[in-house]
């Protein structure tokens, strides 16, 4: 059975079957693995906890609460959709997790570190490391090509060399753009994009793909093949992945389905 997160500083979390909830409350449990991670997708081992996690944004004079207290597990080799209607948090979680916003209650811990206690810096570092991000609006650098989009994560991290250049080189062969390194962005159709974003955030072997909305602007058969295509590669690599997504439609492609309502999230039978 899972044994929730356990941070780099070999500190131990409570287990899953118990409530997160300041209060006590069962009100908002910690989710637990899919059947898939049960069965061996997954090792079991969570490696992103989230605790009791609130936030909410002032609107004017009044607070809006988008997340109150979220607990939930992500677990070794699992896809993991959550599925909410637009404006139910769904982007603002994914920035919890990656550090990129600050939480205002709880505790979030992804792969052995425990996001709100680095500082800004050690944040914009671990992001870069561990997480690949792909967008809806595909968030390519237009003034670099194709291939310099691509080895971007490889420079940042000082992660260029031979094998590395090879694996970017073998990746936007998989996404059919081998022939168009050269290319700007602007010359490409928006799957051609997605397709460079999906090797970009692969490029540099990160513990977590983050999708936010990645078919949102595409249409229905190109919003597919994307997904076949980032379904294909993230489970090929062993990749964890959590993608946001308005759409059934792509969050079948999930072993787990999480609905995000009100401030909770709560598993959705598939
Ligand atoms: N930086 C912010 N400042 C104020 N309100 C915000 C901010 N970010 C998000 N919100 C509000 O939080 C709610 C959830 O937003 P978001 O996470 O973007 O939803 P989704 O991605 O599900 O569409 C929305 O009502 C949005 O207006
Ligand atoms: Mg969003």
């Known amino acids: 059975m899972p044994t929730g997160c356990q941070t780099l500083r070999g500190e131990y979390r409570l287990p899953v079957n ?17 059947p898939q991670a049960q069965a061996g997708a997954s090792n079991g081992r969570a490696y992103i906890c989230l605790q009791g996690v609130s936030k909410s944004y002032l609107e004017g004079e009044q607070r809006r609460t988008v997340l109150d207290q979220v607990s939930v597990e992500f677990y070794q080799g699992e896809f993991v959709a959550v599925i909410g209607k637009s404006g139910s948090g769904k982007t603002t979680l994914l920035n919890l997790i990656s550090g990129i916003d600050h939480l205002d209650a709880g505790s979030i811990i992804l792969d052995g570190q425990r996001v709100e206690e680095e500082n800004e810096y050690q944040r914009t570092i671990f992001r870069r490391q561990k997480i690949g ?54 010359r490409l159709s928006g799957g051609e994009q997605q397709r460079v974003a999906i ?21 229905e058969d190109t919003g597919r093949a994307i997904l076949d295509m980032l379904d294909r590669l993230t489970r090929r690599a062993g990749k964890n992945m959590i993608l946001v997504t308005h759409s059934s439609e792509a969050a079948s492609y999930a072993d787990r389905v999480l609905y995000l309502h009100e401030g909770r999230l709560v598993e959705q039978p598939k």
């Not at 595909?138 to 310099?148: G, K």
């Not at 971007?152 to 250049?165: D, G, K, R, T, V």
């Not at 970009?200 to 602007?217: F, K, M, Q, S």
């Open 18 to 34: 118990q409530s997160y909830a300041p209060n006590g409350s069962k009100a908002n449990p910690p989710l637990g693995p899919s």
């Open 133 to 186: 991000f792909i967008f809806q609006f595909f968030n390519l650098i237009p003034t670099l090509t194709v291939w310099e989009n691509v080895i971007l994560p490889l420079e940042l991290n000082q992660l260029l060399n031979e094998a590395s250049i090879d694996w970017a080189h073998r990746l936007l062969g998989e996404v059919g753009l081998g022939e168009r390194l050269k290319t700007f962005p602007d």
């Open 199 to 219: 090797a970009r955030a692969l490029v540099h072997n990160p513990v977590l793909v983050l999708a936010d909305e990645p078919t949102g602007n595409l249409d």
